[in-house]
């Protein structure tokens, strides 16, 4: 009987190619996009819980009560001290120190910004697989290096080829190739290309002091300690080692051990630099699949119901033969299982072709096995929901017409299928109208983005880090070769660049009781002007005063506001920075607030000071003078640091990086948004096939009497985007609503204006319009002779 059934589902398939097209490529699109984010979301709730020590690694975290802000990054003297201090909970402790390095081997030399220097335990501790190397005892040497799959293949070819090589670091170090990594999967949220023993710093001043902190610490605890006891006995540790510190200094914090499963999610900051992911983002992302997928449920089931009218001789001929009604109900459920198995089938194919496209849109490869049992679990489950849940509808529709009215052809499908059907295509745009809306606000908040006056120029300005120390050693004479170039505007180096680094210090300011927490910027005369930043009190730093460069700062707008201080009045008020000097600093000059930070970021206040740290030079190219600029840069560049290659980067696009995420965002919504109306838009040409199937009589009458195809068009698309209207009312509320929340994590927003759900509900009636025109114009002009001759 089984074998009988598919027989049946197979011809009837056949028989209607262009319905079964329309059915299958709806199910199939949904399936696919419900695959793609399904193996999203489980590479993201897969990171790092592949280590085999993995719940019992925490990473240390530096926290500040009053601010209620963790920080990731300690000093070189936490490790050893937390294992002395704490024996019986903490098992082992690895450092872990992101730096950049000249690479070079025999005529090849690279700029490697993943270098990893660490304790030689960090392969134990992380369970990262070596294709060549013992991870016991791969870093013991302090002059060894492990190299990534990928980076000994650059440097030598083949990982074989690596193994016992000697390459040199900065054009000093030399270290032997002791270890091969397998290359780093996407779902980790460390991101290394070579590893390298931290022992080489361990007798640098700057590695044992307690407040120079610049890496991560990850401890790996004893089974049995309770982290919470564990992390109430931090508070006595700091004041054991960093109370004298922390008074002189005039802040107060404590530790706190973050999960190893959780740092990936946490929120960073913008110099934690190590992968992240984005709850919010993957919720979006399970929402979107949810709602597609739904759409294409309603699709099946809408289009399996209008079928009623073909097959409803065939199924009262059946009940006339004998045929029970649950026979008639597993014929059909079966015909939806083999249509939903097809798609499935079809959307596995879909899927390895888009793939490698899916990749490149996110940024990253997805870690995907195809053996992975979920995956096979999620098919199975796709198969059975959708054919059982979105088929029975129809199947116990179908079964249940009377064989006398079906062999008649005068069905009575009543009001209560009509009403089910428009709730059907109600549901299906309103989904689609609510993604439409959210496509449009993340374009125009993106727009917004782009576009904004930052409150300093950033056009035609490089940016070149100071990281290695022949730039360093020759920072001034490259500064001086540049003012000297008649294509070069301005040249400032600094600690940060906009959308850079801006550390948080406490201060002492005049006439506060509290300590002052201002980000902090350490930079050149030159600043104001290569930034083309806005003076409204005061003045600039000049060489003219004698005493600006031991003696003065300047702040923005928000700094002045927040010490209770107009621009004018703050003019003359002095600050101390409490951790780098003793020095009372006057306030010279106030700028105007421009936006240092991410557009996610408030306003904060702002303390400019000429003392140096430079860590980036800034370079304003003159107008029309791109290419010269750049060449002279490059000239200049290889004169103080000839073994180091130039690396720049433009300001304006460094700052765009900073928003690649909520790109990515917008093109994956667009995207999906487009294949959920296609979708609807496939089971709405079915409505409007059975609509004009089941009217045309009544258009044969209308024609006869006298009405026009306009009229008889106007009349079948006016009960069809009925629906559509109903669909977006419903939608523009609920859109409002989540892009408003979207919204919010952004601290410079658009408003969500009355013009984005007009432009959404006009983009979905005109895309209902067309979609229904075709049957409504096909209809309209049939000859009524031949729909009337039966009567």
């Not at 089984?2 to 027989?7: L, S, T």
């Not at 990262?128 to 002059?143: F, I, Q, R, S």
């Not at 003019?571 to 780098?580: A, D, I, M, S």
């Not at 079948?716 to 977006?728: E, Q, R, S, Y």
Request: hydrophobic share 45%; proline share 4%; charged share 20%.
């Amino acid at each position: 009987m089984i074998k009988n059934y598919i027989k049946i589902a197979w011809r009837n398939l056949y028989k209607r190619k262009a319905f079964s097209l329309i059915h299958i490529l709806g199910l199939t699109i949904g399936i696919t996009v419900c695959m793609m984010i399904f193996l999203y979301i489980m590479n993201e709730f897969s990171v790092d819980k592949y280590h085999k020590n993995g719940k019992q690694i925490y990473r240390v975290m530096r926290y500040f009560d009053k601010q209620k802000m963790s920080v990731p990054y300690v000093s070189g003297p936490y490790a050893p001290a937390l294992l002395n201090d704490f024996p019986n909970d903490i098992k082992s402790a690895v450092r872990v120190q992101v730096n950049n390095y000249l690479v070079s081997f025999d005529d090849k030399a690279f700029s490697e910004r993943k270098v990893y220097d660490v304790d030689p335990g960090f392969f134990t501790l992380f369970s990262y697989p070596l294709l060549k190397g013992n991870p016991a005892d791969v870093l013991v040497n302090p002059n060894s290096i492990v190299l990534t799959e990928k980076t000994a293949k650059k440097y030598f070819g083949t990982p074989e080829n690596a193994m016992g090589k000697v390459v040199q670091l900065d054009k000093g170090m030399r270290v032997k190739v002791t270890g091969i990594a397998k290359n780093l999967p996407s779902n980790t949220h460390l991101d290394f290309d070579m590893v390298i023993p931290i022992t080489h710093n361990i007798n640098n001043d700057g590695f044992k002091r307690w407040v120079n902190n610049s890496m991560f610490v990850y401890v790996l605890l004893n089974e049995h300690t309770d982290t919470k006891h564990l992390e109430s006995q931090f508070g006595p540790f700091m004041e054991k080692y960093m109370g004298d510190d922390m008074k002189k200094f005039g802040f107060k914090f404590t530790l706190s051990l973050t999960p190893l499963t959780d740092i990936y999610f946490e929120p960073h900051g913008a110099f934690d630099n190590v992968r992240h992911g984005d709850k919010t983002v993957v919720y979006i992302f399970i929402s979107i699949a949810i709602l597609i997928m739904l759409i294409a449920c309603i699709n099946f089931t809408n289009l399996a119901t209008i079928r009623a009218v073909e097959r409803s001789k065939e199924v009262g001929l059946r009940k006339v033969m004998g045929a029970l009604r649950d026979h008639l109900v597993m014929q059909f459920i079966g015909e939806s299982l083999l249509l939903t198995l097809i798609s499935c089938v079809l959307s596995l194919g879909l899927l390895l072709l888009l793939m490698p496209y899916y990749n490149q849109l996110l940024g990253y490869s997805l870690t995907v096995s195809w053996n992975a049992l979920p995956i096979y679990l999620f098919l199975v489950g796709v198969i059975l929901v959708v054919g059982f849940l979105a088929g029975s509808y129809p199947a116990f529709f179908l079964s249940a017409f009377s064989p006398v009215q079906a062999l008649k052809g005068k069905l009575k499908l009543g009001k209560g299928g009509t009403l089910f059907r428009e709730s059907l295509v109600v549901v299906q745009f309103s989904i689609s109208v609510l993604l439409i809306i959210g496509t449009i606000v993340i374009m125009n908040q993106m727009s917004y983005v782009k576009n904004k006056q930052m409150g300093y120029d950033k056009e035609q300005v490089l940016v070149i880090p100071i990281d290695n120390n022949d730039i360093y050693n020759h920072r001034n004479t490259f500064k001086t070769m540049l003012q000297n170039n008649s294509s070069i505007a301005s040249v400032s180096m600094m600690s940060g660049e906009p959308g850079g680094f801006f550390d948080i210090f406490v201060f002492d300011a005049e006439g506060q009781r509290e300590p002052f927490r201002p980000r902090t910027e350490f930079a050149d005369f030159d600043y104001v002007k290569t930034l083309g930043l806005k003076i409204i009190a005061g003045r600039n730093f000049s060489s003219e005063f004698k005493t600006d460069t031991a003696q003065s700062v300047l702040i923005n707008r928000t700094a002045a506001t927040k010490l209770g201080f107009t621009p004018e009045q703050a003019v003359g008020k002095w600050v101390q920075n409490k951790f780098r000097d003793s020095i009372k600093r006057r306030v010279v000059g106030v700028l105007e607030d421009f936006n240092f930070l991410s557009l996610k970021e408030n306003m904060d206040a702002l303390v400019v000071s000429p003392a140096e740290d430079n860590r980036v030079v800034v370079i304003k190219l003159k107008a029309g003078q791109l290419n010269q600029g750049i060449a002279a840069v490059k000239s200049a560049y290889r004169s103080v640091a000839p073994v180091y290659p130039c690396e720049y980067t433009f300001l304006d696009q460094k700052f765009g990086d900073m928003y690649k995420a909520d790109i990515r965002q917008q093109t994956i919504l667009s995207i999906f948004s487009g294949l959920a109306i296609f979708i609807a838009c496939l089971g709405l040409f079915g409505l409007a096939s059975f609509t004009a199937a089941k009217r045309t009589k009544e258009i044969g009458v209308r024609k006869v009497l006298g009405s026009s195809v306009p009229n008889v068009v106007l009349l079948l698309a006016k009960d069809l985007l009925k629906p559509v209207l109903i669909a977006t009312l419903i939608a523009m509320p609920l859109g409002y609503y989540c892009m408003h929340q979207w919204l919010q994590s952004f601290a410079y927003k658009v408003d969500i204006s009355w013009w984005i759900f007009v432009l959404a509900a006009a983009l979905t009636g005109i895309i209902a319009f067309v979609t229904i025109g075709y049957q409504s114009l096909k209809a309209a002009m049939a000859n009524p002779i031949k729909s009337l001759r039966s009567e």
